[in-house]
């Protein structure tokens, strides 16, 4: 059973940076893509930033610039930096791992950014 777990989530003021971490119990190189996504309360879950297999990642449009999705392998772990952060920025980050039709979560990382 792949197993994804996320950490690092805190309350932090507008401004500061925060690394949040996804350790898989899978090589993270099993996954076609990996990714970052946030759900703040009474919206929608929103991709954040995602990274495929080839390395090539991909940005909402509101933390481009910001944030950075990074990988390593030898920790098979999946990183976000965040910089800058805002108040809107606050959620629960979840990690996901796909391989062919096949979806893996992880539970999830409160991140709240207060003024």
């Known amino acids: 059973q792949v197993q994804l777990v996320e950490s690092g989530g805190a309350s932090v003021q507008a401004g500061e940076s925060l690394t949040l971490s996804c350790t898989s119990s899978e090589n993270i190189f099993f996954f076609n893509s990996m990714g970052w996504y946030r759900q703040a309360p009474g919206n929608q879950r929103e991709m954040v930033a995602t990274?495929?297999?080839?390395?090539?990642?991909n940005y909402a449009d509101d933390v481009w610039g910001r944030f950075t999705i990074s990988r390593d392998g030898g920790k098979n772990t999946l990183y976000l930096q965040m910089n800058s952060l805002k108040s809107e920025d606050t959620a629960v980050y979840s990690c996901d791992g796909r391989v062919l039709r096949r979806e893996y979560w992880g539970e999830g990382t409160q991140v709240t950014v207060s003024y």
């Open positions: 990274v495929n297999l080839a390395g090539v990642t």
